[in-house]
């Protein structure tokens, strides 16, 4: 194999970071960039890291910035977004990004699709998947007509999850609000209205274990290069989350619903597509699609199935073997987010000590930490820490 081809990673997150390590440890020269607070936080030493201009209020000078990288190598880089953001970034420049960097996209109609969730919704039912119920709110009036429709209790989710967690304000660090009756969706409708366009969904009921993650590498032509999953056990902040703990996993059901969803709408590229299963008559209900690499990518390592080390062989005309076997029973946990959770379900009486403990055991990855590079640990933890004493 060849690994002289350098790679540019975009995100300094634990996504970020587990795309750097994977890549590192192959031989790989990485070069890895985010915006200044996120930089601060996750500079790692297997990747020359530093501040880029911010995708989404900043475009045009990220383009120059990463147009005068590319100069820099002398050969087109492999390209990975490990945010939402950067996804839609990239997806919108494809032309220009095009004849500096390797990257594989789906069609942009397409990204812009699973970034609205009004459209993903729209996507899946026209392929038959199941769904919750869902309704999209344009204004205020629409709104007041729905109301009356909708079973409680639902959650209020914004159409563009980013939309709440890039802002500062902590109660919109969040994807999804429940709501219990009518009087309080008006009041958090009015509250969120401001921030971006809402959606109201029925709550799919079940323990946050009933929730299944495929992630899954098709190339150009649609060929499955790879593909794993997990289950998530533990969600920060609980129930609404992003995965805190997550089990490595292999459901033919899951898989054969996700990859037969991905290959009707003809998902080339890399993907997570999340599913739950409802309890109330054991169907497996749509979540979302993200067009990258998941939060997981140490768990992707550890099960035997490196998915961002199969798209960089892919994209350098390598044409990898197809990985779709994955090792079982592996956990993935993002300590700081974990404990965090378990506090939060600790003070409403829905865990106790011992059982987040027991949680834990058996053979594990950490998201951040490595002995060998800590400091990106060390940083976030402090981070989460600080932020949680901010919102008291």
């Avoid at 050969?75 to 990975?80: C, E, G, I, M, S």
């Avoid at 950067?86 to 990004?97: A, W």
């Avoid at 500096?100 to 459209?119: C, G, I, Q, W």
Wanted: a positive charge.
């Amino acid at each position: 194999m060849r690994h002289d081809v350098p790679a540019v990673v975009l995100d300094l997150s634990a996504t970020g970071i587990g795309i750097v390590r994977s890549l590192a440890k192959k031989g790989i020269k990485v070069f890895a960039f985010d915006t200044k607070g996120k930089y601060e936080i996750g500079k790692t030493r297997f990747a020359t890291c530093g501040i880029c201009p911010n995708p989404v209020s900043d475009g045009p000078a990220l383009i120059l910035f990463l147009t005068r990288l590319a100069h820099k190598f002398g050969q087109k880089a492999v390209l990975y977004a490990g945010s939402d953001d950067f996804v839609q970034f990239i997806s919108k420049n494809r032309f220009v990004l095009s004849h500096y960097y390797r990257f594989l996209l789906p069609k942009h109609t397409l990204v812009e699709a699973v970034l609205d969730k009004r459209l993903t919704y729209e996507l899946a039912l026209k392929s038959n998947v199941p769904c919750p119920k869902t309704y999209a709110i344009t204004n205020e009036e629409q709104f007041e007509q729905i109301i009356h429709q909708i079973t409680f209790p639902c959650i209020l989710k914004p159409v563009y999850s980013s939309h709440f967690r890039s802002n500062i304000d902590h109660r919109l660090y969040k994807k999804a609000i429940v709501v219990e009756q009518p009087s309080q969706l008006r009041e958090e409708y009015l509250f969120y209205r401001p921030f971006g366009e809402l959606m109201i969904q029925e709550v799919i009921p079940g323990d946050e274990n009933c929730i299944y993650s495929v992630k899954t590498f098709f190339d150009e032509k649609m060929n499955l290069i790879g593909l794993w999953m997990n289950q998530k056990l533990h969600q920060f902040p609980p129930h609404f989350g992003s995965t805190a703990l997550a089990l490595s996993i292999r459901d033919e059901e899951v898989i054969q619903l996700a990859t037969t969803f991905l290959k009707d709408i003809q998902f080339k590229g890399l993907a997570i597509a999340e599913f739950k299963r409802d309890p109330r008559d054991g169907k497996l209900k749509f979540i979302e699609i993200n067009a990258r690499i998941g939060l997981t990518q140490a768990l992707s390592m550890a099960c035997g199935v490196n998915l961002a080390h199969l798209y960089y062989l892919s994209l350098t005309g390598q044409n990898p073997t197809p990985v779709t076997e994955q090792k079982e029973g592996v956990k993935w946990v993002y300590f700081v987010r974990d404990f965090l959770s378990f506090r939060q379900k600790q003070k409403a009486g829905e865990m106790r000590f011992f059982e987040w403990i027991k949680s834990l055991s058996g053979k594990k990855v950490e998201a951040l930490f490595a002995w060998n590079d800590p400091l990106p640990f060390v940083r976030s933890f402090v981070s989460h820490l600080r932020n949680l004493w901010g919102r008291q």
